[in-house]
């Protein structure tokens, strides 16, 4: 079995009282995307940047490459922040001349610039750039010490559609390459898309770890059939199938959906509005924590 | 260490300051601005001494062809008369500080006004009343200050420099670092093989770089239109504003440690500058000053900084003369230097 490029031994990070990061373990084999996943506040990026060595760890262990992360480190990983600036007054060229000149081995500028589509902004400054040119620029900059390892901390978050897709094909281009990605989202749309294994955190603990149709099929297996709670009278202890309630609507999983619909109707439970769809991650975390992801 | 990390941020650095067009005019326009302000102020008028209210008068130039002032009192050196029609208005002036003092000029009793809290009226007073007293010859003896006589523009260009660098090294790297550290530039770098040393060196050298430069054009700037008075050597006179500078470039690397709070850091730089704005010679000499004031004048840079810097320009004093200052300077660059990298976070 090969050396996992990462591995996290119980690693907590505590802040006076609160405890963003609860105990978490995990390891990652190289060339995977891994993604942690789950709602604002679950402690992805607390400890995404204890694993970057960003800010200390209260207690736990980072091997990268099966040893402790040493001054080197910062010359083999690349990270993208959640949230970062740039020098306001540098060009879009200067910025990345500038940390490239930081690094001992660096990537072709043009490569880059060629990868993360920057050719057109080259010369503005970075404050005069969208949204959408300032995550691929950050990208760029992640990517500009030919890392064996990727952080990508929500790297799509305030895109509009197009510029996300176009930045999911960037990631995969570089997961392509073999380089290993760890990145983070609370969109699932996302981590089904990219990731290759998923760990689910929730207040500061992993709940669920494995990759997407592995947890799909884990925790959801079936179809779910979904009903406004008020289409139904009878008590639901009555209703002889595995059910939950989820911000006003009834789900209710069944193995075959002709078979389910047939109980349903047989207990005369009003089907108008009804949806029927197949599980994915973020079904799995409602089974696993009665929330949905963007509550 | 890397040598060529620390160029790479150096040379960003100073992208940042000369693109950054409004900050970049500010640092050359203000002191400008400020000794224009003073030469106009102080230097080209013709008066600086004592005003006094002379009525009645028709007009505002005092006709004295048939006055009852003693004509020595009317001949002082430093007085400027100014005429009123009457009492009543002579008196609003002198009520609001307009004027010195007030005298009636056509009574044969002497007759006058001035404010109880006035110094500058108490002194014109003693010129009237000896205005009555027949001058004693021979008395004393007087004797001339040979040499060229130093303006207070001469004395005041010192301080506006050192203000300026002062107020350029504290924001320039103190406030900038912490608004860096705010906004997530500084944990960007943090995730390269940038160190915190080679870091704040490049903020530095970049600071003192960008400070030596201002400094020579608004010396060349200011020197060609007001000519100042300089004695002592140049040479000596950049070494002891490079001393000042590393020194405030140090204090406002110390106080960018840590912190994110932009409000805090500008009032802590508050708290720092403005006592060295007014205790440490910038625009006034401390001369008769409480001792516990100059006392504590004596622990702010920025008093050696310009008392060493207007011994050379207008005294002519050696590097060897200025040596106290000197040391005092190099002893707080060290010890904020040496607190402020100990002390650095990126983003704590």
């Given at each position: 079995m090969s050396i996992p490029m990462l591995e996290v031994r119980n690693l907590v990070k505590r802040y006076r009282e609160v405890e963003a990061v609860a105990g978490i373990s995990f390891a990652i084999r190289p060339g995977i995307c891994f993604g942690l996943l789950?709602?604002?506040?679950?402690?992805k990026t607390t400890a995404l940047e204890v694993i970057e060595g960003i800010i200390p760890p209260t207690s736990g262990e980072i091997l990268f490459s099966g040893a402790p992360r040493t001054a080197s480190f910062r010359e083999e990983v690349g990270i993208q922040f959640q949230h970062t600036t740039l020098l306001?007054?540098?060009t879009v060229r200067d910025t990345l001349v500038t940390f490239r000149n930081l690094y001992r081995d660096a990537e072709s500028l043009d490569y880059l610039v060629e990868l993360c589509s920057l050719q057109e902004i080259l010369?503005?400054?970075?404050?005069?750039?969208?949204g959408g040119q300032s995550q691929r620029l950050m990208l760029a900059l992640a990517l500009l010490n030919k890392p064996k390892l990727v952080f990508l901390d929500e790297?799509?978050?305030?895109?509009?559609p197009q510029a996300r897709h176009h930045l999911w094909e960037i990631v995969r281009s570089i997961r392509e390459q073999g380089k290993t990605i760890v990145l983070t989202t609370h969109a699932m749309d996302e981590a089904e898309y990219l990731c290759d294994e998923i760990a689910i955190m929730d207040h500061g603990r992993i709940i669920a770890q494995g990759s997407p149709v592995d947890l799909v099929h884990r925790h959801c297996g079936g179809t779910i059939i979904s009903l406004p709670?008020?289409?139904?009278?009878?008590?639901?202890?009555?209703?002889p199938l595995p059910l939950r309630e989820v911000n006003g609507l009834l789900e209710i999983t069944v193995e075959r959906i002709d078979l389910g619909l047939e109980t349903l109707l047989g207990l005369k439970i009003?089907?108008?509005?009804m949806t029927v769809h197949s599980p994915d991650l973020e079904d799995v975390f409602i089974h696993l924590t009665g929330r949905k992801l963007r509550e | 260490m890397s040598w060529k990390r620390i160029w790479v941020m150096f040379k960003a650095r100073n992208y940042e300051f000369f693109r950054d067009k409004a900050a970049f005019g500010w640092n050359f326009l203000f002191p400008f601005l400020i000794i224009a302000g003073f030469a106009i102020t102080f230097g080209e008028r013709d008066f600086s001494g004592y005003k006094v209210g002379v009525f009645?008068?028709?007009?505002?130039?005092?006709?004295?062809?048939?006055?009852?002032?003693p004509e020595k009192f009317r001949r002082t050196e430093h007085l400027q008369f100014i005429g009123f029609p009457d009492l009543a208005a002579g008196l609003e002036k002198l009520r609001h500080h307009q004027i010195d003092f007030l005298v009636r000029q056509d009574s044969t009793t002497p007759q006058y006004w001035q404010l109880g809290a006035s110094p500058k009226g108490d002194l014109v007073e003693r010129l009237f009343q000896a205005g009555f007293v027949k001058e004693q010859s021979g008395f004393g003896i007087k004797e001339l200050v040979p040499g060229t006589e130093i303006r207070y523009i001469d004395w005041l260009f010192p301080g506006i420099l050192g203000m300026n660098m002062m107020f350029s090294a504290l924001w320039g790297v103190g406030y900038v670092v912490v608004r860096y550290r705010k906004n997530g530039v500084l944990k960007r770098l943090k995730a390269?093989?940038?160190?915190a040393f080679e870091y704040l060196t490049a903020q530095a050298v970049s600071r003192f770089f960008l400070l030596i430069f201002t400094l020579i054009v608004v010396w060349i700037g200011a020197d060609l239109l007001f000519s100042f008075h300089m004695v002592g050597s140049y040479f000596d006179l950049l070494v002891v504003f490079s001393l000042g500078g590393l020194c405030l470039t140090s204090i406002g690397l110390l106080l960018a440690?840590?912190?994110?709070s932009e409000e805090f850091t500008s009032g802590a730089l508050n708290f720092l500058a403005w006592p060295m704005m007014f205790?440490?010679?910038?625009?006034?000499?401390?001369?008769?000053?409480p001792q516990w004031v100059r006392h504590f004048a004596e622990f702010l840079p920025l008093t050696h900084l310009l008392r060493a810097a207007r011994k050379i320009?207008?005294?002519?004093?050696s590097l060897a003369q200025v040596g106290t200052e000197c040391l005092a300077l190099i002893g707080v660059t060290l010890v904020c230097l040496v607190l402020g990298a100990a002390l650095f976070s990126w983003n704590e």
């Open positions: 789950g709602p604002n506040g679950a402690g306001d007054f540098l010369g503005n400054m970075n404050n005069k750039i969208s790297p799509s978050t305030g895109l509009d709670r008020e289409n139904v009278t009878i008590p639901l202890a009555g209703i009003d089907l108008s509005e | 009645p008068s028709v007009t505002e130039k005092v006709d004295f062809s048939r006055t009852n002032l390269t093989p940038l160190t440690a840590r912190g994110t205790l440490s010679e910038v625009w006034f000499s401390l001369e008769g000053a320009m207008n005294d002519g004093a």
